[in-house]
């Protein structure tokens, strides 16, 4: 059976979901989802489809809108986001099974047409034409697609004429890729290409898909390693993607990220540290993991653009709060300098299951299965009263944001 792809994308997803519970029409409403409460810094995370009109881009910061009088500013509400988007694949699992509908981000998913063109006695545009008239019919929301024979195409398909077209739908085939995709500079149109990845294909001579197509292989396995093979492939149409292969990473690892509200000293970053281990503690236990390997990153305020990312096997394995906070402190008090921060990120590693407690020949085994006790008391506790029912003394200090984030899905309001 021939593959057949469709990649669908909701239309400016969080300021139509805005302007849909404002009841305001988003084609002619300034609309733009950030909490202006932060900043001139601060993200927008989405612009209305009139403000893209007018050439707006998605991405940007506050201090970067045009200025405008009638500007109408939604703070992020990531739950009600959810729900929409929940919905949205409900709609599309009522046209195909599980297994052939890839969820690829809150606003994008990939499907495999090819089993049901059959049962619905339809071309793959009509079939696709179906289901975006459903999303629209059932949440008044708007949709693009793209389709093809892999599901990298059908991504072009989509960002390069779905988007463009007047009923959203764009289709290519391998043939278009010559005509279509080889054309195209700067090399980050195409997806899958950073930035800085661009740049360094640039500075081996490779400035279009064209030229990236028809390098040596050989070439750019030599500068880029083995994802030089799959960009060269991708620039060919090649992708051997399957939806119904589900992808499982070999090795495992829990992390958790935030950017400050504002510039911390270094020796208040302890609290901060210390809230962040606990809740990722708290996620291995929730899934019965310790971790054996910690990572701390830590990035300067931004008149300073640098950091430091280091990473510290521990003694044993483990999901103790204190045993990894002590790592983590490890790394940060070798290695941060005395500058403002910004962000901090920590991760755990090399994750096993807890299947055994191994007590330390240097404590106390009773104050070690005592403590042990203690601690899943504390975590059916937060698991039935929420993060908030049980906090550290730290969390009243000025420099604790813990309540904060406990309020927030993916640094942003619920």
């Not at 300021?15 to 932060?38: G, H, M, Q, Y």
């Not at 001139?40 to 707006?56: D, E, F, W």
């Not at 813990?402 to 640094?411: E, M």
Request: aromatic letters at 8%.
């Amino acid at each position: 059976m021939k593959p057949v792809i469709a990649a669908i994308d909701l239309k400016a997803f969080y300021s139509f979901v805005e302007c849909l519970d404002r009841k305001l029409n988003p084609f002619i409403t300034p609309l733009v989802v950030c909490d202006a409460e932060r900043g001139p810094g601060t993200i927008v995370l989405s612009v209305s489809p009139y403000l893209k009109s007018l050439g707006v881009p998605s991405r940007l910061r506050k201090r970067e809108l045009p200025p405008r009088g009638d500007m109408i500013f939604a703070v992020p509400r990531m739950l009600r986001y959810l729900e929409m988007s929940a919905k949205v694949v409900s709609i599309m699992l009522d046209f195909v099974g599980e297994d052939d509908l890839h969820v690829y981000s809150i606003d994008e998913s990939f499907l495999n047409l090819a089993p049901y063109l059959k049962l619905y006695h339809c071309t793959p545009h009509e079939l696709v034409a179906r289901i975006l008239d459903k999303i629209k019919e059932n949440t008044g929301l708007f949709a693009t697609a793209g389709i093809s024979e892999n599901l990298f195409l059908a991504k072009c398909a989509l960002e390069f004429e779905g988007k463009k077209k007047p009923d959203g739908i764009g289709e290519w085939t391998k043939e278009d890729v010559k005509t279509k995709l080889w054309p195209m500079s700067p090399l980050s149109k195409m997806w899958g290409i950073s930035a800085n990845l661009e740049k360094r294909l640039n500075d081996v001579g490779i400035t279009t898909i064209g030229e990236l197509a028809n390098a040596s292989e050989e070439l750019l396995i030599k500068y880029f390693g083995s994802i030089g093979k799959d960009l060269r492939e991708h620039a060919n149409g090649v992708d051997d993607s399957n939806i119904r292969e589900k992808y499982i990473p070999k090795e495992s690892s829990l992390s958790n990220g935030q950017v400050l509200f504002r510039d911390y000293k270094r020796s208040e970053m302890s609290t901060i540290i210390r809230e962040m281990s606990d809740d990722l503690a708290l996620r291995l236990r929730l899934e019965s993991k310790r971790t054996s390997l910690v990572s701390l990153m830590v990035g300067y305020s931004w008149e300073h653009h640098s950091g430091f990312a280091r990473q510290l096997t521990l003694i044993k394995p483990t999901n103790d709060n204190d045993a990894i906070y002590d790592g983590l402190m490890t790394i940060f008090n070798k290695h941060c300098a005395d500058l403002p921060i910004r962000r901090v990120g920590i991760s755990y590693g090399k994750l096993s299951l807890d299947d055994f407690e191994q007590l330390d020949l240097f404590s106390d085994p009773e104050q070690q299965i005592s403590k042990k006790v203690l601690r899943r008391a504390l975590d059916d506790i937060i698991a039935r009263f929420g993060k908030d029912s049980v906090l550290r003394g730290s969390a009243l200090l000025k420099e604790s944001n813990a309540k904060r984030r406990h309020s927030q899905i993916g640094g942003h309001r619920k």
